[in-house]
C-alpha cells in the first residue's frame, strides 16, 4: 500500500484540490463507498471535507488523515472544566467459551479516579461464534440494575498521565516501539486506540491524535461505510493481524468512535473475541444520574 506522506494541511489542500476526481459512488441516492481495492465506477463530487474521505481512490490512510484535519467540535469539547468523565458502554467480551454482555454508564473523576457505575447485565451466551444484534443492544434496557460506588484511585484511566497531543508520543504509550515489526504490532496499537476512546473523554484535537495513530497502523483498511448496532452511520475501517480481525467504526463528522469489534480468525475456539459499543460520551459536574448537568447525557435506551 503506498502511503500519503504530505503533512495534514497540505494533504487536506491537495485532497480539496483534486475533489472532481476523488468522488463517491451513489446507489438508489444515497452515497455509498466501496472498500479501497474496489472503487466505484460512478462517481460524484464530495460534498464537504468529511465527506471526502469516502472517495473511491484513497488509501485507508489518507482517509484517515483527511478525517484528523476536518473533524468537527462535539458539544462536550467546550466543558472541559467538569470534573467528571463520563462514557455510556455497552460490551460483548469473550470469557473462555462464553460471551458476558454487559452495559455500563460510568462517570469517573479525573482528579482522583473516584466515581460511580451503573451497571445492566444481560444474561451470558454459550459459545463464540458469535455476532451481536440490535436487539440485543435494544434488550438491555430489560436487565435489572445495579450501582457501583468508588473511592478515590479505584477507576483508572486507560492513560493515567493523559493522551498525548502528539501522535507519535501515543502510538509509542499505546503499543511498545521494540515491536513495530512484530505481527502483534497492529492489533496492539489499534486496540490501544480503543482503550483509550473507550475509557477517556477525548476532545476534538485528542480525537484528531487518535485518528492519526490510526494512520499509523500497518496494513490498516478502509471497508467503506456502515451502521452500527445503534443504526448510527460511520466509516468502516479493518486490521487483520496476528491471528484476528479488528474493524472499528467512525463518525466521520466529530471522529468520535462508534463501535469497535475484534473477531478470532482460527485457533481452538475461533470466533467473537469482543464488541464494543460505544453509545455516548460527555463531561459531567457530579456521579448523579439525575444531575442536571448530566441528564442529557443519560437518556437511554439510545
Known amino acids: 500500500m503506498t502511503h500519503l506522506t504530505l503533512p495534514a494541511r497540505r494533504l487536506l489542500t491537495a485532497l480539496l484540490g483534486s475533489l472532481v476526481l476523488l468522488t ?91 466515581g460511580r457505575e451503573i451497571i445492566r447485565r444481560a444474561p451470558d451466551l454459550r459459545g463464540v461464534d458469535h455476532q451481536p444484534t440490535p436487539e440485543e443492544h ?49 492489533r496492539l496499537l489499534t486496540g490501544g486506540v480503543v482503550g483509550v476512546a473507550t475509557s477517556h473523554y477525548l476532545n476534538q484535537q485528542q480525537r484528531a491524535t487518535a485518528l492519526r495513530v490510526l494512520a ?20 468502516s475501517f479493518q486490521v487483520a493481524a496476528d491471528g484476528s480481525t479488528s474493524t472499528l467504526v467512525i463518525d466521520p463528522a466529530t471522529g468520535e468512535l462508534l463501535a469497535a469489534k475484534e473477531w478470532i480468525d482460527g485457533g481452538r475456539r475461533p470466533g467473537l473475541f469482543s464488541y464494543i459499543l460505544l453509545l455516548d460520551r460527555d463531561r459531567a459536574g457530579t456521579d448523579s444520574p439525575t444531575s442536571p448537568t448530566t441528564a442529557a447525557a443519560v437518556t437511554y435506551p439510545r
Open 24 to 114: 463517491a459512488c451513489q446507489n438508489d441516492g444515497t452515497a455509498t463507498s466501496r472498500p479501497d481495492a474496489a472503487p466505484p465506477a460512478a462517481q460524484r463530487p464530495a460534498s464537504s471535507p468529511a465527506t471526502a474521505a469516502t472517495a473511491a481512490g484513497l488509501t485507508a490512510r489518507q482517509r484517515l488523515e483527511l478525517l484528523a484535519s476536518t473533524i468537527s467540535a462535539a458539544p462536550a469539547d467546550t466543558t472541559g472544566e467538569l470534573p467528571y468523565t463520563y462514557l455510556h458502554l455497552q460490551t460483548w467480551a469473550r470469557l473462555t467459551n462464553t460471551i458476558v454482555r454487559t452495559d455500563v454508564r460510568r462517570w469517573r473523576h479525573d482528579a482522583d479516579g473516584s
Open 138 to 186: 435494544r434488550a438491555f434496557s430489560r436487565a435489572p440494575q445495579r450501582s457501583l460506588r468508588y473511592l478515590a484511585g479505584q477507576l483508572h484511566p486507560y492513560l493515567p498521565g493523559g493522551v498525548p497531543a502528539d501522535p507519535g508520543k501515543l502510538a509509542n504509550l499505546l503499543a511498545p516501539p521494540k515491536l513495530v515489526n512484530e505481527p502483534a504490532y497492529p
Open 216 to 235: 499509523m497502523v500497518p496494513n490498516i483498511t478502509y471497508r467503506g461505510t456502515t451502521t452500527d448496532l445503534a443504526g448510527r452511520s460511520g466509516l
